[in-house]
């Protein structure tokens, strides 16, 4: 599925996870639409693109927490010859609950589970339609942090919800599509070397050339290459990473065993 045979819609894709997954599908094959905030950031990433693999590639300057902006996506999304969605537009809004700007809170929601709900529901029928199709959305470990406290880790109440949502929501769609043509992946990184925790997300990190947060983390390359590899297998819960996929089993068994004991309550 990640050979290409049609055109890939990427969110996020001005820096780190979603600018190095555009590459890697044009160099598989795919037609690109770039879409993220920052106009001058696509463009560069446009005419490398271009240059490095022949690919067909659009940008498309949007804010998704803004509807008009969100629509004009969700339009390119769902034309006939979109194969391949990677929601990977995400922003923070790190810091303590109490303090968290509305608007801020409002934004998160909005970015992280809107458009990527949104998004996913564009392209979905069209691909079930054309027998042929992948999704991978982008969440974080931090949806499986619940109370592990600050220090390293952020204060991140409406972040780690929004992924949590993601990571249940893919999951819960794929096993619903499940036996289809489709691919689906919810991509659960760690920390990662992108410039994702210089901002909030209110603004998008100033400059055109994309930076690094001083805390590191695991190569954007390798991410993708973990994501890529799972999708090629079928895996749906991908963590780069991760090599054994007992956690990942116990999970399950975790939540039939959770599941199984209400069911014994209410009878």
């Known amino acids: 599925m990640g050979n290409g045979s049609g055109t890939a819609v990427v969110t996020g894709a001005s820096s780190g996870i979603g600018a190095e997954y555009a590459a890697r599908l044009a160099g598989r094959g795919w037609d690109v639409v770039l879409v993220a905030r920052r106009a001058d950031r696509l463009e560069d990433l446009a005419l490398r693109l271009r240059g490095e693999t022949g690919a067909a590639v659009e940008t498309l300057a949007a804010d998704l927490a803004v509807p008009g902006d969100l629509s004009r996506v969700v339009e390119r999304a769902a034309a006939r010859d979109v194969g391949f969605l990677l929601n990977n537009a995400g922003i923070n809004g790190y810091g303590p609950f109490a303090d968290l700007d509305p608007p801020l809170m409002a934004r998160v929601l909005d970015v992280n589970v809107v458009a990527l709900t949104t998004l996913t529901r564009a392209v979905v029928p069209g691909m079930l339609e054309r027998g042929r199709g992948a999704v991978v959305n982008v969440a974080s470990l931090l ?17 780690a919800g929004t992924k949590g949502y993601v990571v249940a929501f893919t999951r819960t769609l794929a096993a619903e599509l499940a036996g289809g043509p489709l691919r689906v992946q919810v991509l659960c990184p760690g920390l990662t070397a992108t410039e994702f925790h210089l901002s909030t997300g209110a603004e998008p990190v100033p400059g055109r050339e994309p930076s690094v947060h001083r805390e590191g983390g695991m190569p954007v390359d390798e991410v993708v290459d973990a994501s890529l590899s799972a999708l090629d297998t079928g895996e749906v819960v991908c963590v780069p990473g991760l090599r054994d996929g007992g956690p990942i089993e116990g999970l399950v068994a975790a939540e039939l065993t959770l599941r199984t004991a209400a069911r014994l309550r209410r009878s």
């Open 143 to 159: 949806a499986f942090a619940g109370s592990l406290p600050p220090g390293p880790l952020p204060q991140r109440a409406v972040y």
